[in-house]
């Protein structure tokens, strides 16, 4: 999606041998489900699901490891997949944690939308109210760069009508170290009132093997796609009208697949106002987009990453500037766009 995201993970990613066996949820009754703590009861039972998950992946590769003629390669494949397992139901209970965690932030009630077609716009390049933090105009398109990535983003002429609403489609592709790394078509949509929704993401990940000839990416992955209105999947926000700090809201809402979380942390950040949100960012940077105390910050989060936290800079007029994980100090930050003059000569990473 636009501002781009780490990679994408579930349980099943925490295990090396990830087959896609699908979520078994404990079956819970109706009447058992009270609107006052319908958030907690889903973490509990998505916390049965991930667990029966892990169980299933842990038999299915004990039978490929029954299946290795050596003893001793044998011997530590079933070794390897009982530590496998450890690490997995570890992995789930953090989630149920990371979930709970959101619970408080947001609320126990329903997650359930009301979406009204009537209330979004059609015309991508005649828009209500335009989004000044997260600009949706046919053609427009963003660089970034940071380590080994370099990732470009554009919005797109294209169009798709989901649920009734009309998206526009953005095309975000990744590269590390000069291979293709993800190719991902984002659905946005623009709500009247200037809050933008996003309605899902079809997502292909790839990978590059080394003595493969010819040397080619393969897709590997499509977790993390999701859409709007299919199999449990609802949309969420990407970027609000009018962000308040502490404003907590979810981004998308696919269990067990993408439930990113946001919330607004400065809503006027400029460089040197804030020691801990000053951190890592590089500062020519910062001074070139923020210095009139209107980037706005965002911390963003996912139970399914529960030890991964990343902070998200925006600026008006232009968009996503930066990404930056507190913990490491890794960044991704803006190095072109091809329509605003801000963007000529910008800092390298």
Wanted: proline letters at 5%.
């Amino acid at each position: 999606m636009y501002a781009p995201k780490s990679s994408r993970a579930r349980v099943i990613a925490a295990l090396a041998f990830s087959i896609g066996m699908p979520l078994v949820f404990a079956a819970q009754s109706n009447h058992t489900l009270r609107s006052r703590d319908v958030c907690s009861q889903t973490a509990n039972t998505l916390l049965d699901a991930c667990k029966a998950e892990v169980n299933a992946n842990r038999l299915t590769q004990k039978a490929n490891c029954m299946n290795i003629s050596d003893p001793d390669k044998r011997d530590q494949c079933l070794e390897d997949v009982e530590s496998a397992k450890r690490e997995g139901n570890a992995l789930c209970e953090d989630q149920r944690t990371a979930r709970l965690s959101a619970c408080d932030a947001l609320n126990e009630g329903r997650y359930d939308p009301k979406i009204d077609p009537a209330t979004f716009d059609t015309d991508f390049r005649n828009l209500t109210h335009p989004n000044q933090y997260f600009p949706l105009t046919p053609g427009i398109r963003w660089e970034y760069r940071g380590g080994d990535e370099f990732n470009t983003v554009e919005a797109t002429n294209r169009t798709k009508l989901i649920e009734g609403v009309t998206c526009i489609v953005f095309d975000d592709v990744v590269f590390k170290n000069g291979d293709l790394s993800e190719d991902t078509s984002d659905y946005f949509a623009m709500n009247k009132d200037g809050t933008v929704h996003y309605f899902g993401e079809e997502v292909k990940d790839y990978e590059t093997f080394e003595g493969d000839n010819p040397r080619k990416p393969e897709l590997v992955s499509i977790d993390g796609t999701f859409k709007h209105g299919r199999e449990g999947d609802k949309s969420g926000i990407i970027f609000l009208a009018a962000p308040t700090v502490g404003r907590v809201y979810r981004e998308e809402f696919s269990l067990g697949n993408a439930e990113d979380v946001t919330e607004i942390l400065s809503i006027n950040y400029s460089f040197g106002g804030n020691r801990e949100l000053d951190r890592f960012v590089p500062r020519l940077l910062a001074e070139r987009f923020c210095s009139h105390n209107d980037c706005i910050v965002t911390r963003n989060s996912s139970p399914l990453e529960p030890d991964q936290t990343t902070r998200k800079y925006y600026a008006r007029g232009i968009g996503f500037i930066m990404e930056i994980n507190p913990d490491t100090g890794e960044v991704l930050q803006l190095v072109n766009c091809n329509f605003d003059s801000r963007c000529a000569n910008l800092p390298m990473p």
